[in-house]
């Protein structure tokens, strides 16, 4: 029975809004503008989550990394300072780990040391090619697989070689004819011989295949510090170890850097999880934000719902006069109007549903990252339009049930 009146009112409904498009339209237009702030805004937020996610996402599997500053950083000036007035990360940390943290699998360090421009015999590259330092171990634990040649060795950073290795892109730029392995490339006017060539990561916010590594000693010795101090990075044996040498690594590093135990690390230590979590928890307020601005506009959407269904049931007190008549009951007066707002509210949540995805992903196309649907935005969405047809078509539904028959079929 409720099956059959409810599909009673669904069609009633639709006839209803057929009947006066214009009308229909324009009421449903509200809802649709509320729903589409919410969607499109949200699908690029996550366009834009996934591509900086995988950014973030660039060390290795029980990885982590311990630096002077934070990766990720929403502050003020005065946590700023705070880090500022840290001591830096030294090559002897470097080696002080190596010595002493038993439960790591690969220690690195690297640094950022130069950028501009990088030429080969074939051509020149923009000046926006990042020279890093790094040792042996950096290429475990960042994930660095190597397509051609072989990474740096112990043996290139004992002898401070004049050696690189190439990112997949840079490769491609400077030696778009055949393999770099075995060429020559200049570095800030020096000549430095290619050994290897990385797999290529793809494109992120910041590209992943746009540089050039040194050995570490290399870089130390002809650049010195660089300007953002170096970053120790750490490859656990496993991840039921990965906490432990954690713990591990802290311990010898806050023992050297004297640091008193009632006092908290003059370091940072993060992971792809702590970045990734920490960028999720940024944005979270940015969505609550974005949701309790678009809900007025769906309130002031339910409001006109409201007015328009009050400007139905005078119209179609005739109507409802003669279903009365016929044996309806109040309930299904009310289910009749009710389920008309909530059809109008769906109606337009759909199509700003639809060009709230299109919208979003239009982030996507710029970034060339695949595209996205934001399934449980969606899902809340049209929640939302439920409710709104509920709150708001209530009442017309209640004054409709109650219009006295008799009245009603005299109505003109």
């Known amino acids: 029975m409720w099956r059959a009146e409810l599909k009673e009112s669904c069609a009633m409904a639709l006839n209803a809004i057929a009947a006066h498009?214009?009308?229909?339209?324009?009421?449903?237009?509200?809802?649709?503008?509320?729903?589409?702030?919410?969607i499109v805004v949200m699908t690029a937020m996550r366009v834009l989550q996934n591509n900086i996610e995988s950014s973030l996402a660039q060390l290795g599997v029980n990885t982590f990394a311990i630096q002077k500053w934070p990766?990720?950083?929403?502050?003020?000036?005065?946590?700023?300072?705070?880090?500022?007035?840290?001591?830096s990360i030294t090559f002897q940390h470097f080696n002080l780990l190596r010595e002493k943290a038993t439960k790591a699998r690969h220690i690195g360090i690297e640094g950022e040391l130069w950028a501009g421009e990088i030429s080969s015999k074939f051509g020149r590259t923009p000046p926006n090619v990042t020279v890093m330092g790094a040792a042996p171990g950096n290429f475990p634990a960042k994930n660095w697989d190597i397509d051609e040649g072989r990474p740096i060795t112990q043996s290139d950073m004992d002898n401070k070689r004049d050696v690189c290795v190439l990112a997949a892109k840079l490769a491609a730029t400077l030696f778009p004819y055949g393999s770099a392995v075995g060429e020559k490339v200049k570095l800030d006017a020096i000549n430095y011989q290619v050994i290897g060539v990385l797999k290529p990561r793809g494109l992120s916010v910041s590209d992943q295949d746009n540089f050039a590594v040194v050995p570490f000693s290399t870089g130390a010795t002809r650049y010195g510090e660089p300007w953002y101090t170096w970053t120790l990075l750490i490859q656990a044996d496993s991840a039921e170890s990965y906490d432990d040498t954690v713990e591990q690594v802290r311990g010898i590093l806050r023992a050297a850097r004297k640091v008193k135990?009632?006092?908290?690390?003059?370091?940072?230590?993060f992971s792809n999880e702590s970045m990734i979590s920490q960028f999720k928890q940024f944005t979270f307020s940015v969505r609550i934000g974005v949701l309790v601005v678009s809900s007025i506009a769906l309130l002031a959407a339910g409001i006109g719902i409201m007015n328009i269904m009050l400007v139905s049931v005078t119209e179609r007190t005739r109507e409802i006069g003669i279903r009365r008549a016929v044996g309806a009951k109040k309930r299904n007066i009310m289910a009749q109007f009710i389920m008309e707002a909530i059809v109008l509210c769906e109606l337009g949540g759909v199509?700003?549903?639809?060009?709230?995805?299109?919208?979003g992903n239009v982030a996507a196309y710029f970034l060339k990252v695949p595209p996205v649907i934001p399934f449980d935005w969606v899902a809340i969405g049209l929640a939302i339009c439920s409710l709104v047809g509920i709150i708001f078509g209530t009442y017309p539904a209640i004054k409709a049930a109650n219009l006295d028959p008799i009245e009603s079929l005299r109505y003109e």
Not at 71 to 87: A, I, P, S
């Open 71 to 87: 990766e990720l950083y929403f502050g003020g000036n005065e946590g700023f300072e705070k880090f500022w007035r840290r001591k």
């Open 261 to 269: 135990p009632w006092k908290e690390d003059d370091f940072e230590v």
């Open 351 to 359: 199509a700003g549903v639809v060009l709230g995805i299109i919208g």
């Open 21 to 38: 498009k214009l009308r229909s339209a324009l009421t449903l237009l509200g809802v649709l503008v509320g729903v589409f702030s919410i």
